[in-house]
């Protein structure tokens, strides 16, 4: 199994980025998928996650209304669309997956998920 996270970068606050998550080895219909980020000194928290259904979704309150997350499973592939993002998002953000749970559940501690990707950065200036 293999996630492999992209399209990190340097932008302006109030600007926007997509994060794609490309996954091998497994498929979005029999896994979830999780967006996490970690700022210096910082806990790893989870963002956002999308359901192996497709159907449930979830979003931290940080995020709500400027991020939406999105697949294409015939790339088997998700999608992290962040928008009017603040120097707060400043991270590292990872995707992971989970097939345990139901099918329309997705949110997760970092040690609920069983399959993670390597991070790609996020750097918003002021």
């Known amino acids: 199994v293999q996630l492999q996270a992209s399209g990190g970068g340097l932008v302006q606050a109030g600007g926007s980025l997509r994060l794609s998550c490309a996954v091998s080895?497994?498929?979005?219909?029999?896994?979830?998928i999780g967006w996490f980020r970690q700022a210096p000194g910082k806990e790893r928290e989870e963002v956002s996650c999308?359901?192996?259904?497709?159907?449930?979704?979830y979003y931290a309150d940080s995020v709500k209304g400027r991020f939406a997350i999105s697949r294409n499973k015939a790339e088997n592939t998700v999608y992290l669309q962040m928008n009017g993002l603040k120097p707060e998002d400043t991270a590292l953000y990872y995707c992971a997956a989970e097939g345990s749970w139901s099918v329309h559940s997705c949110r997760g501690s970092v040690t609920d998920y069983s399959y993670w990707g390597q991070g790609t950065l996020v750097t918003v200036s002021s």
């Open positions: 999308i359901s192996s259904r497709g159907d449930g979704t």
């Open positions: 080895g497994i498929t979005l219909n029999t896994y979830a």
